[in-house]
Protein backbone atom coordinates (compact mmCIF):
# COMPACT_ATOMS: atom_id res chain seq x y z
CA UNK A 1 0.00 0.00 0.00
CA UNK A 2 2.81 2.12 1.03
CA UNK A 3 4.47 1.65 -2.36
CA UNK A 4 1.08 2.25 -4.34
CA UNK A 5 0.54 5.42 -3.00
CA UNK A 6 4.35 6.57 -3.90
CA UNK A 7 3.99 5.15 -6.84
CA UNK A 8 0.85 7.42 -7.77
CA UNK A 9 2.10 10.88 -5.62
CA UNK A 10 5.24 10.11 -8.22
CA UNK A 11 3.07 10.08 -11.40
CA UNK A 12 0.93 12.85 -9.95
CA UNK A 13 3.95 14.96 -9.33
CA UNK A 14 6.03 14.31 -12.70
CA UNK A 15 2.61 15.31 -14.26
CA UNK A 16 1.79 18.28 -12.28
CA UNK A 17 5.63 19.22 -13.32
CA UNK A 18 4.84 18.58 -16.91
CA UNK A 19 2.19 20.59 -17.49
CA UNK A 20 3.74 23.64 -14.96
CA UNK A 21 6.61 23.55 -16.81
CA UNK A 22 4.34 23.83 -20.20
CA UNK A 23 2.91 27.28 -18.60
CA UNK A 24 5.98 28.94 -17.64
CA UNK A 25 6.57 30.05 -22.06
CA UNK A 26 9.92 28.97 -21.83
CA UNK A 27 9.87 27.26 -25.46
CA UNK A 28 8.41 23.75 -26.66
CA UNK A 29 9.75 20.74 -24.60
CA UNK A 30 10.04 17.26 -26.18
CA UNK A 31 10.05 14.10 -24.01
CA UNK A 32 14.05 14.01 -23.86
CA UNK A 33 14.04 17.83 -22.40
CA UNK A 34 11.71 16.14 -19.70
CA UNK A 35 13.87 13.04 -19.09
CA UNK A 36 16.98 14.82 -18.66
CA UNK A 37 15.52 17.60 -16.44
CA UNK A 38 14.30 14.44 -14.23
CA UNK A 39 17.44 13.00 -14.05
CA UNK A 40 19.11 16.51 -12.95
CA UNK A 41 16.47 16.77 -10.23
CA UNK A 42 15.99 13.05 -9.01
CA UNK A 43 19.52 13.06 -7.72
CA UNK A 44 19.38 13.83 -3.57
CA UNK A 45 22.45 15.65 -1.71
CA UNK A 46 23.57 14.34 1.51
CA UNK A 47 25.69 17.32 2.14
CA UNK A 48 23.53 18.38 4.97
CA UNK A 49 23.54 14.70 6.13
CA UNK A 50 26.92 14.37 6.18
CA UNK A 51 27.52 17.88 7.82
CA UNK A 52 26.08 16.45 10.86
CA UNK A 53 27.99 13.23 11.04
CA UNK A 54 31.39 12.55 11.99
CA UNK A 55 33.82 10.86 10.30
CA UNK A 56 35.99 10.16 13.02
CA UNK A 57 33.17 8.99 15.54
CA UNK A 58 30.95 7.21 12.97
CA UNK A 59 33.11 6.07 10.03
CA UNK A 60 30.83 2.96 8.60
CA UNK A 61 27.94 4.93 8.62
CA UNK A 62 29.31 8.42 6.93
CA UNK A 63 30.86 5.92 4.48
CA UNK A 64 27.57 4.96 3.49
CA UNK A 65 26.02 8.06 3.54
CA UNK A 66 28.76 9.50 1.37
CA UNK A 67 29.03 6.50 -1.07
CA UNK A 68 25.24 7.10 -1.70
CA UNK A 69 25.18 10.55 -2.62
CA UNK A 70 28.41 9.68 -5.03
CA UNK A 71 27.01 6.67 -6.38
CA UNK A 72 23.56 8.42 -6.79
CA UNK A 73 25.10 12.18 -8.57
CA UNK A 74 27.18 9.83 -10.43
CA UNK A 75 24.12 8.00 -11.66
CA UNK A 76 21.69 11.10 -12.59
CA UNK A 77 25.01 12.49 -14.91
CA UNK A 78 25.18 8.80 -16.44
CA UNK A 79 21.54 9.00 -17.04
CA UNK A 80 21.61 12.83 -18.61
CA UNK A 81 24.69 11.91 -21.06
CA UNK A 82 22.56 9.11 -22.10
CA UNK A 83 19.46 10.88 -22.98
CA UNK A 84 21.74 13.90 -24.56
CA UNK A 85 23.26 10.99 -26.86
CA UNK A 86 20.00 9.35 -27.42
CA UNK A 87 17.47 10.10 -30.29
CA UNK A 88 14.07 10.42 -28.81
CA UNK A 89 12.83 11.65 -31.69
CA UNK A 90 10.66 8.12 -32.97
CA UNK A 91 10.56 6.47 -29.63
CA UNK A 92 10.17 2.53 -29.98
CA UNK A 93 10.59 -0.80 -27.66
CA UNK A 94 13.89 -1.00 -30.29
CA UNK A 95 15.26 2.34 -28.91
CA UNK A 96 14.13 1.50 -25.05
CA UNK A 97 16.26 -0.90 -25.40
CA UNK A 98 19.38 0.72 -27.28
CA UNK A 99 19.15 3.38 -24.19
CA UNK A 100 19.40 0.77 -21.49
CA UNK A 101 22.31 -0.63 -23.14
CA UNK A 102 23.74 2.92 -23.66
CA UNK A 103 23.09 4.04 -19.72
CA UNK A 104 24.45 0.82 -18.68
CA UNK A 105 27.64 1.03 -21.42
CA UNK A 106 28.48 4.06 -19.87
CA UNK A 107 28.07 2.63 -15.82
CA UNK A 108 30.03 -0.24 -16.76
CA UNK A 109 33.07 1.37 -18.83
CA UNK A 110 33.26 4.17 -16.17
CA UNK A 111 33.30 2.16 -13.45
CA UNK A 112 35.95 -0.29 -14.79
CA UNK A 113 37.96 2.80 -16.36
CA UNK A 114 38.28 3.82 -12.35
CA UNK A 115 38.71 0.53 -11.35
CA UNK A 116 41.72 -0.23 -13.94
CA UNK A 117 43.20 3.44 -12.84
CA UNK A 118 43.58 2.20 -9.00
CA UNK A 119 45.32 -0.86 -9.88
CA UNK A 120 47.23 0.22 -12.14
CA UNK A 121 48.43 3.01 -9.35
CA UNK A 122 48.75 0.25 -6.71
CA UNK A 123 51.18 -1.40 -9.35
CA UNK A 124 53.61 1.38 -10.29
CA UNK A 125 53.78 2.98 -6.50
CA UNK A 126 54.85 -0.74 -5.58
CA UNK A 127 56.89 -2.10 -8.63
CA UNK A 128 58.76 0.59 -10.00
CA UNK A 129 61.74 2.06 -8.04
CA UNK A 130 61.98 5.66 -8.63
CA UNK A 131 58.68 6.50 -6.22
CA UNK A 132 59.18 3.79 -3.69
CA UNK A 133 59.82 5.40 -0.17
CA UNK A 134 59.82 8.86 -1.57
CA UNK A 135 56.63 10.99 0.45
CA UNK A 136 56.86 13.73 -2.95
CA UNK A 137 56.32 10.93 -5.53
CA UNK A 138 54.10 8.88 -3.94
CA UNK A 139 51.82 11.07 -3.10
CA UNK A 140 52.52 13.00 -6.95
CA UNK A 141 51.56 9.38 -8.27
CA UNK A 142 48.58 8.93 -6.61
CA UNK A 143 47.04 12.61 -7.49
CA UNK A 144 48.61 12.55 -10.61
CA UNK A 145 47.07 8.83 -11.58
CA UNK A 146 42.96 10.03 -10.15
CA UNK A 147 43.25 12.96 -12.22
CA UNK A 148 44.26 10.68 -15.15
CA UNK A 149 41.59 8.77 -14.75
CA UNK A 150 39.10 11.30 -14.63
CA UNK A 151 40.63 13.17 -18.06
CA UNK A 152 40.48 9.81 -19.56
CA UNK A 153 36.69 8.98 -18.66
CA UNK A 154 36.36 12.76 -19.84
CA UNK A 155 38.21 11.86 -23.54
CA UNK A 156 36.33 8.80 -23.54
CA UNK A 157 32.85 10.43 -23.26
CA UNK A 158 32.35 8.54 -20.10
CA UNK A 159 31.16 9.74 -16.57
CA UNK A 160 34.06 11.34 -14.34
CA UNK A 161 32.48 11.48 -11.48
CA UNK A 162 31.85 7.54 -11.21
CA UNK A 163 35.17 6.90 -12.35
CA UNK A 164 37.23 8.39 -9.84
CA UNK A 165 35.19 7.67 -7.21
CA UNK A 166 35.76 3.76 -7.95
CA UNK A 167 39.62 4.98 -8.47
CA UNK A 168 39.44 6.10 -4.92
CA UNK A 169 37.90 3.03 -3.59
CA UNK A 170 40.15 0.70 -5.14
CA UNK A 171 43.40 3.23 -4.17
CA UNK A 172 42.01 3.32 -0.56
CA UNK A 173 42.57 -1.07 -0.68
CA UNK A 174 45.38 -1.84 -2.61
CA UNK A 175 47.57 1.90 -3.57
CA UNK A 176 47.29 3.03 0.19
CA UNK A 177 48.95 -0.01 1.84
CA UNK A 178 51.81 0.46 -0.72
CA UNK A 179 53.17 3.28 0.53
CA UNK A 180 55.17 4.72 3.51
CA UNK A 181 53.47 6.29 6.46
CA UNK A 182 54.27 9.73 6.08
CA UNK A 183 52.68 9.27 2.87
CA UNK A 184 49.70 8.44 4.23
CA UNK A 185 49.59 11.40 6.55
CA UNK A 186 50.51 13.73 4.14
CA UNK A 187 47.62 12.16 0.89
CA UNK A 188 45.06 12.11 3.82
CA UNK A 189 45.64 16.06 4.70
CA UNK A 190 46.16 16.73 1.12
CA UNK A 191 42.85 15.92 -0.34
CA UNK A 192 41.14 16.73 3.00
CA UNK A 193 42.57 20.32 2.56
CA UNK A 194 41.65 20.36 -1.30
CA UNK A 195 38.25 19.12 -0.48
CA UNK A 196 37.34 21.68 1.95
CA UNK A 197 38.77 24.24 -0.51
CA UNK A 198 36.84 23.08 -3.98
CA UNK A 199 33.49 22.86 -1.16
CA UNK A 200 34.22 26.32 -0.16
CA UNK A 201 34.83 27.71 -3.38
CA UNK A 202 31.54 25.62 -4.98
CA UNK A 203 29.15 27.31 -2.46
CA UNK A 204 30.86 31.06 -2.83
CA UNK A 205 30.40 30.46 -6.73
CA UNK A 206 26.85 29.30 -5.88
CA UNK A 207 25.50 32.17 -4.15
CA UNK A 208 27.56 34.87 -6.27
CA UNK A 209 26.08 33.77 -9.14
CA UNK A 210 22.04 33.60 -7.41
CA UNK A 211 22.86 37.51 -7.28
CA UNK A 212 23.37 37.94 -10.90
CA UNK A 213 20.55 40.36 -12.02
CA UNK A 214 20.50 39.26 -15.66
CA UNK A 215 19.48 35.77 -14.48
CA UNK A 216 16.42 37.26 -12.38
CA UNK A 217 15.54 39.06 -15.28
CA UNK A 218 15.14 35.82 -17.66
CA UNK A 219 12.88 34.09 -14.94
CA UNK A 220 10.58 37.20 -14.17
CA UNK A 221 10.08 37.19 -18.12
CA UNK A 222 8.27 33.41 -17.83
CA UNK A 223 5.71 34.34 -15.92
Request: with cysteine.
Amino acid sequence: MLLCCSSVSLAQSITGAMGLISRLNIGSLELGDYLALGAIFSATDSVCTLQVLSQDETPFLYSLVFGEGVVNDATSVVLFNAIQNFDLGNFSSLKFLQFIGNFLYLFGASTFLGVASGLLSAYVIKKLYFGRHSTDREVAIMMLMAYLSYMLAELLDLSGILTVFFCGIVMSHYTWHNVTESSRVTTKHAFATLSFISETFLFLYVGMDALDIEKWKIVSETY
